[in-house]
């Protein structure tokens, strides 16, 4: 049976759940096309957040927002209690806390009870049945095993093969599976993304998840910004349209007002080691005595250490934006004081408006922000979604091709690694200006790669 086309509504209906910051949901909202008309938070501080901007005007007037826990809500009862139609709901969209998956410090698996919060989507999923979802999570899901094998005893180790279970990937292939199954069935398509890429002043990597009920093949767009410097390797790899160069950070504080910063800051003893660090440059840049002093066992590992001392530079992106800009070893110094960025930084870093208000302690709002999805990845996404809708709405769909397409994964330039910071026993310092040729990478090799779930 084909659906009858009909004109799309100028605004699609939106259901957030673990709505955190809002980033992703303010990027829809930046699209004109989309209407959030509840939101469902556990973190009492970021509900607040919610309602804040939303009787300042920030948000729909009439968004409704339910602070629970949604591991122990029922959907229907949920959204009963929200006086909402389930079936007046067109997109699904939202973040499950992600900790369990993260590739940055000691991993987890779904033995971590935060990592059945996917499956906490998928029930609403069922329920609500939307044309379209959205859920965006860290890289390290598409690599997360349902059962961890410690190093020491995998088969390299001289262990026993590794189960179904156990296999890299086996989280994201039973998700895709019983997602397939849910009532009317969903296609899948994954997207490997880096926000740089679509013009966040930030290097931040994030796996988007796009389903639908109609069996239809999702395209991302490709990258439109890339570096601002010319190589024979990025000329030969950047075909098609020319890409702008990625936003930095002097960008995006360029004429930020902010005459009483909140900062959750270094201590003195951290001050002392930043202080005699250059812009654009880290932990090399000091005596190797004080290194041994100020990092300890760190001192001797093999990786990992980039961010150690860390002072940023207002040339390029800002690396990822962590909850604590404060830790010695993934310190986000800012490039000309001596001192952590500030909450505004960080919320123009992520593209949050100038006016948005931050609820609850200084570190509640440092995780709002810190956690949060860039703005600008919920924007490009959002018209992606729009634009299927629309073709939906206009041409009409079939109802019966759900499984038309197996589950896919689509690696779109995620990993970028704008500089260098060592190199031949030297440490190699990001200047403001021309002349950085020996701290810059070559050219990215993968641009697009396609592989099965």
Not at 21 to 48: H, N, S
Not at 185 to 197: K, R, S
Not at 329 to 357: G, N
Not at 430 to 450: C, H, I, M, Q, S
């Amino acid at each position: 049976m084909t659906r009858m086309p009909k004109p799309p509504p100028e605004q699609y209906r939106v259901l957030s759940l673990f709505s955190g910051g809002m980033g992703l949901d303010l990027g829809l909202e930046q699209t004109g096309r989309y209407r959030t008309v509840a939101c469902i938070e556990k973190e009492p501080a970021f509900c607040e957040t919610i309602r804040q901007n939303r009787d300042a005007g920030r948000l729909p007037k009439d968004l409704r927002v339910m602070e629970a826990d949604l591991s122990k809500l029922d959907p229907a009862s949920a959204l009963d209690e929200l006086g909402i139609n389930p079936a007046s709901i067109d997109v699904v969209v939202g973040g499950p806390p992600c900790q369990s998956f993260s590739t940055a410090g000691r991993r987890g698996t779904t033995q971590d009870p935060r990592g059945t919060l996917l499956w906490d989507f998928l029930r609403f999923i069922s329920y609500v049945e939307p044309k379209f979802f959205l859920m965006e999570n860290v890289r390290g899901l598409l690599s997360a095993a349902l059962k961890h094998r410690p190093i020491a005893e995998r088969p390299e180790k001289g262990g026993v093969p590794l189960s179904e279970e156990e296999m890299p990937g086996s989280v994201v292939r039973l998700f895709a599976k019983d997602l397939a199954t849910v009532n009317c069935g969903y296609h899948l398509d994954i997207f490997e993304v880096n926000a740089v890429n679509y013009g966040a002043p930030q290097l931040r990597e994030r796996a988007l998840f796009i389903g639908n009920k109609f069996g239809k093949l999702v395209e991302f767009p490709a990258p439109t910004h890339g570096p601002n410097h010319k190589t024979e390797a990025q000329q030969s790899l950047f075909e098609g349209p020319a890409l702008q160069p990625w936003r930095t950070l002097g960008d995006v504080l360029s004429g930020l007002n902010d005459p009483d910063p909140q900062i959750m800051d270094f201590s003195p003893r951290k001050k002392g080691f930043l202080s005699m660090v250059p812009e654009g440059s880290n932990w090399r840049s000091l005596p190797e005595d004080v290194q041994k002093e100020s990092m300890g066992r760190a001192w001797l590992a093999k990786g990992g250490r980039s961010g150690w001392w860390r002072r940023l530079t207002l040339d390029l992106p800002c690396p990822t934006l962590v909850t604590m800009p404060n830790h010695a070893s993934t310190s986000l110094c800012h490039p000309i004081e001596t001192r952590a960025l500030s909450i505004r930084e960080y919320a123009r870093i992520q593209e949050f408006p100038d006016d948005w208000q931050f609820s609850g302690t200084l570190s509640k709002q440092y995780a709002q922000v810190g956690n949060a999805v860039p703005t600008r990845l919920g924007k490009v996404a959002g018209d992606v979604l729009a634009n299927e809708l629309d073709h939906i709405f206009e041409n009409g769909a079939p109802d019966d091709t759900a499984k038309s397409f197996e589950p896919r994964i689509v690696y779109l330039q995620s990993h970028v690694r704008t500089r260098q910071w060592f190199k031949g026993g030297e440490a190699l310092v990001w200047e403001n200006g021309d002349g950085n040729e020996k701290v810059r990478y070559a050219g990215l090799k993968t641009l697009r790669k396609l592989r099965s779930v």
